[in-house]
């Protein structure tokens, strides 16, 4: 206890309830805040030197390839599931998923504070039942969110990209088109006439050509969707 309140600081520009004792930064936390920058990146250093994208464009990747590689866009499949199942009739269903529902985990968010009532209990040790029921709770949404992201993210071919999207492949598939405007008002207007969703598919009831469902699908499944 003589060592806590020795690292304590008071700073009296603060009024109460504002809390007037302060931990020093230096030097307990700046190493350990050190420490903790210095893991995360030799994690990030390792990934990079062991689990690299292919980019050899002599030897391409397959467009099937990717498919159980942890990747970055696996997030992005997670947030955009509402886009591949609220289709066609069931299109006005997508602001449900994709701005309601983060809006109400944002607002729970603001109000766990309040709810939790931390300024009450601040000062009273939590019981241990109540600890284990609040490590259950945070471990069940972690694993929950953790599980949304893989089963959304591990089908999808994420290094096959490189195989159609390399400069070998000309311009138009490794840089975008010089003038945007132009290709959207013309050449985009051009390939939704004449593709539509897929290949072989002009029933146009799963999704638009090249829309968000197109695109997600395109990652999936990059041989049937492109």
């Not at 990030?44 to 159980?68: A, H, K, R, S």
């Not at 071919?157 to 290709?183: F, I, W």
């Not at 638009?208 to 990059?222: I, M, S, T, V």
Request: hydrophobic share 45%; glycine share 8%.
């Amino acid at each position: 206890m003589a060592d806590n309140k020795q690292e304590l600081r008071i700073e009296g520009k603060y009024a109460p309830p504002y809390p007037q004792a302060f931990y020093a930064f230096w030097p307990k936390h700046a190493i350990r805040a050190g420490i903790v920058v210095a893991i995360v990146f030799l994690i990030i250093v390792f990934l990079t030197v062991f689990f690299q994208v292919p980019v050899d464009p002599n030897m391409p990747p397959l467009p099937t390839e990717g498919e159980y590689i942890p990747a970055p866009e696996w997030y992005l499949f997670f947030m955009f599931q509402p886009f591949w199942y609220f289709t066609g009739d069931n299109a006005r269903w997508l602001s449900t998923g994709t701005f309601w529902l983060p809006l109400l985990f944002i607002l729970v968010l603001f109000l766990v504070p309040y709810v939790s009532g931390r300024r009450k209990t601040s000062k009273v040790k939590l019981a241990t039942s109540r600890k284990l029921i609040l490590a259950f709770s945070a471990g069940l949404f972690w694993l929950v969110g953790i599980a949304g992201v893989v089963g959304s993210g591990y089908p999808a071919k994420t290094t096959g990209c490189a195989s159609c999207h390399n400069p070998m492949m000309g311009v138009r598939q490794a840089l975008p088109p010089a003038d945007m405007g132009e290709y959207y008002k013309v050449e985009r207007q051009r390939q939704i006439k004449v593709g539509r969703y897929r290949a072989g598919d002009t029933s146009g009831d799963i999704g638009g050509y090249k829309d968000a469902n197109w695109q997600l699908r395109h990652f999936y499944e990059p041989t049937m969707t492109w």
